[in-house]
């Protein structure tokens, strides 16, 4: 995401300020019950499933996506299956990287994947991708343009959003006396294997390049080889690397400050409200998740099926009670903040999912680095090692 890609996230903050008041396991079979065949669809837990708006046709009988770990209300899943009787099969990855390297080796079924901004240009020139008919997604109009027209993807020829967030630093202010306050200070000896960081190498090559001065996206050489450096510093002082569940190790107390992303901060915050989300001095990590239809898709009528039905307020406003990352459906927001007052000023209120105007101005987007990505996968790999 370049400057001009942050200034239209500062102008949704900005916007939203003013006319808002103020975004697992794989598969799992859902329990849902299914009343008579003219009543409502309702879940196991209750929640009576919206009807689409509008109904896609569809003949396919079920649809195949491969997703980030921990990323979906139960109800949303629970409810595609209910009103459309299409068999949803999920498996999931943690990482950019595990995700392009399953689907490029090939083989696979799968018909949507959800990589993060960066590694679309990628899949686009490596022909994993098929372009979205905008015809039959009209709840596209749902997301806040801010969100659309992104320079990964001009125009969301081949993607469209699903939720967005930034990686910063998480501490727990209990136990941690000199509390960080930029990316500099994680290589502070006293923090030495009291850290989880995110598996994620962009994001950790990146903070380092930010502790040097350089873009989070070089291609210099020599840049790449003094922050491959120091990074080796650091990773050894790294006591877990974990982007299935980061929250996990802070709220059992194993470890007490690291890396981490927006809804793992807050859910660690929910349960101990002594850790703190921390935006660096040298700027957060931005990104944003997207939905892409592989070129193979098999059941491309239940893909559009699925992406129209989940782009509704009634249904994505979801999203805030079980996965509170960035929101950029405005529908959904303004759905919650008449419907459901207390999850959308919840959202709203917090500084870790409602980030201040000013940490996303100062923000840093993860881009292509087309030719120089070998260079970062041996960073990580010499660098990580067995860590």
């Not at 107390?253 to 935006?279: C, H, K, M, R, S």
């Not at 870790?352 to 987007?365: L, Y």
Request: include cysteine.
């Amino acid at each position: 995401m370049s400057k001009s890609s942050t200034m239209k996230i500062l102008a949704i903050f900005a916007i939203a300020s003013m006319t808002l008041a103020a975004c697992g396991g794989g598969g799992a079979e859902p329990a849902a019950t299914e009343p008579a065949a003219n009543g409502p669809k309702v879940t196991s837990t209750g929640f009576e499933c919206p009807e689409p708006n509008p109904r896609v046709e569809v003949t396919s009988k079920e649809l195949n996506i491969f997703v980030w770990t921990e990323y979906f209300p139960q109800d949303m899943l629970d409810c595609f299956e209910l009103v459309y009787g299409i068999k949803l099969n999920r498996d999931e990855y943690s990482s950019n990287e595990e995700m392009y390297a399953k689907l490029s080796a090939g083989g696979t079924a799968y018909d949507l994947a959800q990589p993060t901004d960066y590694i679309v240009p990628l899949m686009i020139r490596q022909g994993l991708l098929q372009e979205l008919d905008h015809t039959k997604m009209p709840n596209m109009k749902n997301f806040d343009e801010g969100w659309m027209d992104q320079e990964f993807d001009p125009g969301n020829k081949y993607s469209v959003p699903y939720l967005a967030g930034t990686d910063a630093i998480v501490v727990n202010t209990d136990t941690v006396e000199n509390v960080p306050t930029k990316w500099a200070d994680l290589w502070n000896p006293e923090y030495a294997g009291r850290m989880v960081f995110l598996d994620d190498s962009r994001v950790v090559i990146g903070l380092t390049l930010l502790t040097l001065g350089y873009d989070v996206n070089t291609t210099d050489p020599a840049q790449l080889a003094e922050a491959k450096a120091k990074l080796a510093e650091l990773i050894p002082n790294v006591k877990v690397f974990d982007s299935d569940s980061p929250k996990t190790a802070l709220i059992a107390g194993d470890v007490d400050l690291g890396v981490t992303w927006t809804f793992e901060a807050l859910a660690a915050q929910q349960e101990n409200p002594a850790i703190q989300y921390i935006y660096p001095e040298e700027g957060a990590i931005l990104w944003q998740d997207n939905w892409v239809m592989l070129k193979d898709a098999a059941h491309v009528d239940a893909v559009y099926a699925w992406l129209n039905y989940t782009m509704q307020a009634d249904v994505f406003w979801l999203t805030l009670i079980d996965y509170t990352y960035i929101n950029p459906n405005k529908a959904a927001l303004e759905f919650a903040k008449a419907n459901h007052a207390d999850v959308y000023n919840a959202y709203a209120d917090s500084p870790i999912t409602n980030p201040p105007a000013e940490a996303i101005a100062n923000g840093h987007g993860i881009q292509d680095v087309g030719e120089a990505t070998p260079l970062y996968d041996d960073i990580w790999v010499e660098v990580k090692g067995g860590n």
